[in-house]
Structure formats: C-alpha cells, structure tokens
C-alpha cells in the first residue's frame, strides 16, 4: 500500500456519547464533573443550548464564531444549528488540524425524543464512517423522575433506549418516604430498560470508565464485547413473567385496541390514559436461536419487522448466525425503522455461537414480534423450501420484498 493510500484512509471511527434527560435532571453538573476527569482530556462537548448553569470550563477561545475551545483542551459548540453541520464542521477541524479530539459528547435538550439522533448517525454516509456510537446515557432526576415519566412520553423513550441510566438528585431523598420514593422510581426504570445498569451519581457511581466504553468497540481490546452491549442476559433474567395476554390483533399495523393501548403510534397522544397502567406499553425482550439464518431470510425478516412495527421498535440489537458465513456473525443495530450498516465480525467473540436479538419497543406484544421470527425460521426448517417462496408469498405484505 502506498502512502498515498495510506493517507486516503479514513482514521478510525471517533466514539461519540449522547447524554440525554429530562429538563432540570444535573445534565451540565454531570458534564463538568466528568470533563475534569484526565480521560475526558481531548473530548469535544456539542450543547444544544447553554443553561443557567453554566460550563466551569472557561471558555479560552473561540473557532469558527459557535465553537469554543475550554481551557482542559475540549471543544465546545453550541448546538444551536443542525446536528450534522455540527458534526461535520467539527471533522473539518480535526483534518485540518484546528482541533483535536479523540471523542465527541453530544448533551440534547430535556424533552428531545433521541431516536433522530440516532438514526442520523447510523444513516448519514459520512458521518456513519467517522463515528461509531458509543452510548445513550441518560439522566434522572430522582425526585421528579416519576412525575416526568408519567407525564411525558419522550422521557419514557430517553429511559428505554439507554445504555446507561445516571439517577440525580438521590441524595436529596434522605427520609424513609424519600428512600420509598428511590427505590420505587428504580424498579419503574428496571422495568422500562432491564438491559441499563442504573448508577447513583449522589454515590458517585457516574464515572467515567461507566459511562464511556460502552459500545460494540473499545479500541483496548481486540475483540468486541457483544455480550456486554447486547445485555441480552440481563433482559432474559427480567422475562419470566411474560404473559400478557391482551388479545391484541395481529395486523401488525400497530392498532392494538386493548385498554389501555391507544394505538396513536409515535405521536405522544397518550397523556390521559391510566398512568399506573402505561408503562406496560414499553417492553424489553430477548429472540435466541441455534439456527443458522439465510442472509436473505433475514433481510426479510428486518424487512417487514420495520416495514409493519417501525415506529415502535425503539432500539434493537442483535448479533445473527448467518447461514452462509456461520463463523463469521453479522451484527445489527436499529433504532425505529432505520438500520445501522450492518457490520460482520471476523469471528465469534466469545465461546456463544447463537443467533440473539435484544428488543425494546413500545405497544407491541413481545409474543406478535417472536411469531413473525418463529415463522421465517419454520421456513428455513429441515426441508428449507427456497427463499424465494416466501419472497414471492402473497401473504407477505407488499408483495414480498421491493419491487
């Protein structure tokens, strides 16, 4: 390889974290205590808006009129404009050498719904070369958390797709009632995201090497710790009474006309309902198989699982026994109806060579989501009849795959 080429190569992708909260949760307290953290050293912050309570950091200098240099030599840009100028703009620099930074944070406003964010690092070509999420982590104030839950369906999604849950404010709970009121609020979150450790930031469980590192990738290590980011063992663990039975219809166009499902889809027009029942409408939950999946086969299955469920799978992860590279597993990653590149690993990373997919969606039965997959591998079963029988199905909604 010449060095030219060399040169032509993009650097590795940078890790990017995105810290997301309600309103008032200690999100820019949070920041400050871990930018001071020698680890943070070379990180560049994105704020979609300065609050009241200020960066520590001075702020030295500033580039490109909206981004700030602090002086602990992270970068600082005010969010304000569109996310993927920020983006871009910050790569810009880092070329040219006007800044440097080995990761990006990226803090959203309270109420922001982080699904767009996701999906527009995993879609953006550029962007989807140049960073690799590392983790949703998200703050909960514990003394308003269950009042914010109730109330507004974007904090509920925050608390579902993260990696990590950061509790706030516990320490502000010192009576029995208070310690009621924390231990009440963790089993809620539990419930919503099994698969995200909870840390108590009062009791100084937020650190750094907790909340960084998350992702699929740590570059210290060779291989990927897919256990760890699939948390698949932690959500089987939370299943056992997963039966539910609510008579739902099984279009899959997302109407489920039981009680308390109100079948909006993503709207958010769910304020009124029984707030003891709504939290049923978010559910975790695992898909294991030993079998081998005919890449087509399962480029179906994602199909139509997006096509009929998409807005309500909130966060899906997976790592799939492909049938015609069994030793060389594909990983998926999908937020809604938008799927990450997949990525195929060099090998297993560990001693499980099983197909296992992770699941959080909302007003979906686990049971409508594990039937739809039981289905394609009944077609892959002993005799495996083609794939092109299911694709040319007329029970296949659209016909099978795009025509």
């Known amino acids: 390889m010449t060095t030219s080429d060399q040169a032509r190569r993009p650097p590795p992708p940078i890790p990017l974290t995105l810290l997301t909260g309600f309103l008032g949760a200690g999100k820019t307290t949070l920041l ?3 930018l001071r953290d020698p680890e943070l050293r070379d990180t560049a912050v994105l704020i979609n808006e300065f609050g009241e309570i200020p960066l520590d950091h001075l702020l030295v200098e500033k580039i490109d009129g909206d981004m700030m240099v602090l002086s602990s030599g992270c970068l600082c840009c ?36 982080p699904a767009p964010i996701l999906q527009t690092m995993m879609q953006h070509p ?30 509920e999604k925050q608390a579902a797709v993260a990696d990590r849950i950061v509790l706030t404010k516990a320490d502000l709970l010192s009576t029995a009632d208070g310690a009621a009121k924390r231990a009440g609020l963790i089993a809620r979150l539990r419930r919503l995201n099994p698969a995200a450790p909870i840390l108590d930031a009062a009791m100084g469980e937020a650190t750094v090497p907790a909340l960084v590192g998350c992702g699929l990738y740590d570059p210290t290590r060779k291989i990927p710790d897919v256990s760890r980011w699939l948390a698949d063992e932690a959500i089987a ?7 539910h039975h609510h008579g739902h ?101 560990d001693s499980d060579h099983r197909t296992r997919m992770v699941f959080i969606v909302r007003d979906i039965e686990p049971r409508v989501i594990r039937e739809l997959f039981d289905a394609f591998l009944g077609y892959t079963a002993p005799d495996r009849a083609d794939a092109q029988a299911l694709v040319d199905n007329p029970l296949v909604p659209f016909g099978g795959r795009d025509r």
């Open 78 to 113: 005010n969010l304000r404009g569109d996310l993927v100028t920020a983006l871009e703009k910050l790569l810009r620099n880092l070329d040219n050498g006007r800044a440097s930074f080995a990761r990006v944070i990226v803090e959203t406003t309270g109420l922001a719904d």
């Open 249 to 349: 219809d099984h279009h899959g166009h997302g109407h489920n006309h039981d009680h308390h499902h109100k079948g909006h889809g993503d709207q958010g027009h769910h304020h009124h309902e029984d707030v003891n029942r709504h939290d049923d409408r978010v559910r975790a939950f695992t898909l294991a198989t030993d079998r081998a999946i005919p890449a087509a086969m399962l480029d179906l299955f994602l199909e139509l699982l997006r096509s009929t469920h998409g807005a309500n799978l909130l966060r899906m992860k997976a790592i799939v026994k492909i049938e015609e590279t069994p030793d060389r597993p594909m990983v998926l990653h999908g937020v809604q109806h938008v799927l990450h590149p997949a990525t195929q690993l060099d090998a297993w990373p």
């Open 32 to 34: 400050n205590r871990l």
């Open 126 to 155: 550029y962007l989807v070369m140049r960073f690799r999420l590392d983790s949703v982590v998200t703050l909960v104030d514990a003394v308003n958390g269950e009042d914010t839950l109730d109330h507004h369906p974007e904090a």
């Open 237 to 243: 663990a939370a299943q056992p009474h997963e039966h």
